[in-house]
């Protein structure tokens, strides 16, 4: 019987992952599909309820279900259960397993970010969303012992703080308000800095200003392409790169749990890449459009425009077309 495996979320008419799981279930002779339903939150319970068939290999999960799913799976890994969201559901028999592989994909991430240097301990974090509790728990996991939380609503990064009180409890994790002088000054003490927000993800908008970005920090933001945010941060003289790889490795990790088998990386960094130019865009959101060379290579791009390991030129692609709405 051919099997099932569905991304649930809304709105989500086409998606990147559809493009790489369909393509890697192919390769690796898995006798599987890839759907996408568009279920809106209150259609939620019946979607759980038809994944318990016997079709069904599992689920991904996206924007806006995440949280939402978190009650109603059976079983929670101790990343689903850490972040309180759920990316991946695999099954056991009729039972659903919730999963968080954007963690592993934010660990990938922040890996080739810090290349051949000694892991940081300190990073400031912009935003408290969903994507932000993945990057916030890979941090702390990460073995960071100081991280500082801005957010527009300071009340959600409060929550989030309050959320991994126990996790955080060796470390200091504090949530800040959204002031450009308290940013500036919490720059100035950290090695890391990562843009979780959506701040830049349909526009040109920046989530800080350029003149408050030092030069040397690492900077990572969730947003799958090259944002004015990075194009700054580069220009000051930081480490920079996309949330392709993130969105690369936790997809390749929901393959791996669906499957049991390892994911074909560079087939399916091919497909995303094809999809993008295809004008697709991630269920996560990410417009279609940019080819960010360097990072795709999974490599991060210095202030001087090189690589960290050649200093070929780093890729500037312009955005190639505008967004196709999910
Ligand atoms: P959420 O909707 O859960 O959170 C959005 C965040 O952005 C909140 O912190 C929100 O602040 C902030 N924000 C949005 N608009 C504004 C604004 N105008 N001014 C200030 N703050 C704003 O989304 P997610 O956390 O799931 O996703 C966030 C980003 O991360 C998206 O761009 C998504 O594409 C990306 N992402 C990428 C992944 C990858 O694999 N590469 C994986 C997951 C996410 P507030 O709480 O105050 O509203």
Redesign the pocket.
Known sequence: MTKRVVLIGHPVAHSLSGAMQQAAFDDQGVDATYEIWDRPPIGLPDAVTELRGDDFLGANV???H??RMVPLVDRLTEEAHATG?V?TITKEGKRLVGHNT?VP??RF?LDKLVGKQKMPRTAVV?????????VVFGLITEGFQRIIVF????H??ESMVKHFSRTAAHMELRAMP?HESIIESELAKTKVLV???????TDD?T?IPAEIIPPELLVLD???KRTTFLRDAEAAGCTVS?????????GAAAFTLWTGKPAPLELMQRKLQEAREGGLR?A???PAGEVVAASAAGESTNGSGGTEESSGESAEGEPTGAATPD
Do not use: V
């Open positions: 996206t924007i806006p995440k949280e969201a990316n954007d994909g934010f991430a912009l935003g408290a969303g969903g994507g932000a509790r993945a957010n527009r609503h300071l959600r990064a959204w843009n979780s927000t959506s701040i830049g993800l908008a989530p969730l947003i799958y996309d949330g392709e790889l993130m969105l690369l490795h936790q991630s996560e959101g990410e």
